[in-house]
T-cell receptor
């Protein structure tokens, strides 16, 4: 089965600064999708950003961007100009073309934003 | 569009009892997923429906677990003879076929087995 690894259980960042959350994955597939989800405390999970593996260009959504390195199987999330509302658990997720409809999630990174 | 809803939000039950959770997906979404999330872990896939058909089941889904989506709209997840190890957050997500594969999650049902 595919595995998704988030090696940073906790991260902190000063408000208005930039932070990068790391994610690596293991797969033998060539076509797949990668996602970052945000789970605020006691609230539901929402999609932050997604990346199609066939696209070389890194995805960007406002203050959120990714550094996708396919050969290294790395998919990091950069949050610029961090805001207090960014505090949450962040999960990296993988969905492969050949693995049916299963999404594989990492163990998450808890982000604290310091005022 | 009110999003994905789940009921109840919290359930406390005694070991050995049966429990049932409900998920109402976004109305036009034909695909529905169930996940289990334990403390300190990411969601783990349990099962998936396309319309009313249950197309995939994880080996995490023991025979004490059963899921249905009778009319292709809401879904129920039942756990029979609950065990303390079943204590977790049970998440439901839905999406449309194709597109970006983005799943929309509900708030979850937190199960505590005493």
């Amino acid at each position: 089965a595919q595995t998704v690894t988030q090696s940073q259980p906790e991260m902190s960042v000063q408000e208005a600064e930039t932070v990068t959350l790391s994610c690596t994955y293991d797969t033998s597939e060539s076509d797949y999708y990668l996602f970052w989800y945000k789970q605020p405390p006691s609230r539901q999970m929402i999609l932050v950003i997604r990346q199609e593996a066939y696209k070389q260009q890194n995805a960007t959504e406002n203050r959120f961007s990714v550094n996708f390195q396919k050969a290294a199987k790395s998919f990091s999330l950069k949050i610029s100009d961090s805001q207090l509302g960014d505090a949450a658990m962040y999960f990296c997720a993988y969905r492969g073309e050949d693995t049916g409809n299963q999404f594989y999630f990492g163990t998450g990174t808890s982000l604290t934003v310091i005022p | 569009d009110t999003g994905v809803s789940q009921n109840p939000r919290h359930k406390i039950t005694k070991r050995g009892q049966n429990v049932t959770f409900r998920c109402d997906p976004i109305s036009e979404h034909n695909r529905l997923y169930w996940y289990r999330q334990t403390l300190g872990q990411g969601p783990e896939f349990l099962t998936y429906f396309q319309n009313e058909a249950q197309l995939e089941k994880s080996r995490l889904l023991s025979d004490r677990f059963s899921a249905e989506r009778p009319k292709g709209s809401f879904s129920t997840l039942e756990i029979q003879r609950t065990e303390q190890g079943d204590s977790a957050m049970y998440l439901c997500a839905s999406r449309l076929t194709g597109g970006s594969y983005e799943q929309y999650f509900g708030p979850g049902t937190r199960l505590t087995v005493t």
